[in-house]
């Protein structure tokens, strides 16, 4: 069994990494790429509607970076606002594993099943991500 020290360590550099994952894929957002809840976004709605979604939730996915990356220093002093950031960018998460990983093109119900071991270690690294998301949430 871990020591609480281990154990604070390992949360201490869990949320580092989120921040930090979070606060890059939203500037990625809005230099006009994105990470994979971005790229669903942008495979569920295109033209001029996809890029505002897109930035939208470029700039929640920063901010949410950066209150994770934060509050291990300052403590929870955003209050609900960085609570309710990163909900949203769990929903979203959750929605584009969804999208991507079942629907989508190269998904398990859309030609998937062919190259499962693929798909398998797609969908493995999407829920520890959320996971991850959902562990430094609070």
């Known amino acids: 069994m871990a020591k609480k020290s281990e154990v604070r360590l390992f949360w201490l550099v869990l949320n580092i990494a989120v921040g930090a994952m979070l606060a890059v894929g939203g500037i ?3 230099q ?3 990470d994979f809840g ?4 942008k495979s569920i709605f295109n033209g001029d509607i996809a890029k505002i979604l ?10 949410s970076g950066i209150f994770i990356i934060l509050q291990l220093f300052i403590g929870d002093r ?3 606002f ?6 949203i960018v769990v929903i979203v ?5 969804v999208l991507a990983d079942f629907l989508g093109r190269g998904g398990l119900l859309n030609g998937g ?3 499962f071991l693929n798909w398998l270690y797609d969908f493995a690294l999407h829920m520890i991500v959320l996971c991850a998301l959902l562990i430094t949430r609070d």
């Open 28 to 30: 990625w957002a809005l």
């Open 93 to 97: 998460w959750a929605v584009a594993i």
């Open 54 to 63: 897109a930035i939208a939730f470029g700039v929640i996915e920063l901010l």
């Open 38 to 41: 971005c790229k669903a976004i």
């Open 113 to 115: 099943i062919n190259n």
């Open 82 to 87: 960085g609570s309710i950031l990163k909900l």
């Open 32 to 34: 006009g790429g994105g």
């Open 78 to 80: 955003m209050g609900t």
